[in-house]
């Protein structure tokens, strides 16, 4: 169960979880997820204006698909997300213009992008929901993007990725080592408001140095194809490269 304590917290990420009960369950565990109760987030010295962060090592989660939301077919692709929030004051933005020039530097490669502003030469397929990115997701041989809640469903999903982290948090706390984490901040000053240091830790990663975490991961694939997509299991509707953890996931996952 996953809430308070004394009332179910429900997001959509839990669905179809047989882990997880939409009901409480008495002598059932809880897992506490609610405002307040990140275990990364160190609140004792967290401001209006500032996050600080505690000691925490993220874990790969899990997503389990029901079959109707299998409805994507396409495979040999590398899904791309250009686009973050604007919370934390743009700080995790490495810039529109800088994934312009990744794409434009691996024509060969297939770019499937979801909702948002679209990138040129990238196909872009209208995702209803965030479940149905993270199913489109799980048809990818390859995540690229800055760190929130795609690079850790790539994670989840058992997907490699090529991960941009700037000032804010770093790879340490809530990057995988599965991926490829391209960090040149020293510290994470958590400000959640428009930040110099931030921007200057994003303008540090080059779109070359990007260009050359994506060549070494494909790289590694079979010679004259980029690679099938994981294999679903039939009828389950659960990703069997997903899943190891739940508790990462559902603490990471408005990051």
């Avoid at 690229?144 to 090529?162: E, Q, R, S, W």
């Amino acid at each position: 169960m996953v809430g308070d304590g004394a009332e179910i917290k429900w997001s959509e990420v839990f669905e179809n979880n047989p882990r997880i009960s939409k009901k409480i369950i008495p002598d059932g565990v809880w897992v506490k997820t609610v405002k307040g109760n990140r275990p990364y987030i160190d609140y004792s010295k967290t401001t209006k204006d500032r996050m600080a962060w505690k000691p925490f090592k993220a874990e790969p989660g899990e997503i389990y698909f029901a079959p109707g939301e299998l409805r994507w077919s396409e495979s040999d692709f590398v899904y791309i997300e250009p686009n973050t929030k604007g919370s934390f004051g743009g700080n995790k933005d490495w810039g529109f213009d800088n994934w312009q020039r990744v794409v434009d530097s691996l024509p060969e490669i297939r770019w499937i992008q979801g909702k948002g502003r679209r990138l040129r030469n990238v196909r872009q397929l209208e995702t209803r929901s965030f479940r149905d990115a993270c199913a489109l997701l799980a048809r990818a041989f390859l995540f690229v993007g800055t760190d929130g809640g795609m690079h850790h469903a790539a994670a989840a999903l058992g997907k490699p990725a090529v991960v941009v982290w700037g000032g804010l948090v770093g790879p340490k706390t809530l990057g995988y080592d599965t991926h490829t984490n391209l960090c040149k901040a020293t510290w994470f000053c958590g400000s959640i408001l428009p930040c110099l240091h931030c921007r200057q830790s994003l303008d540090l990663i080059t779109p070359d140095m990007v260009v050359e975490a994506i060549e070494k991961r494909t790289r590694i694939l079979p010679s004259g194809s980029r690679r099938t997509p994981t294999a679903l299991r039939e009828g389950s509707g659960l990703d069997v490269s997903g899943a190891q953890a739940l508790k990462s996931f559902a603490a990471c996952r408005k990051v």
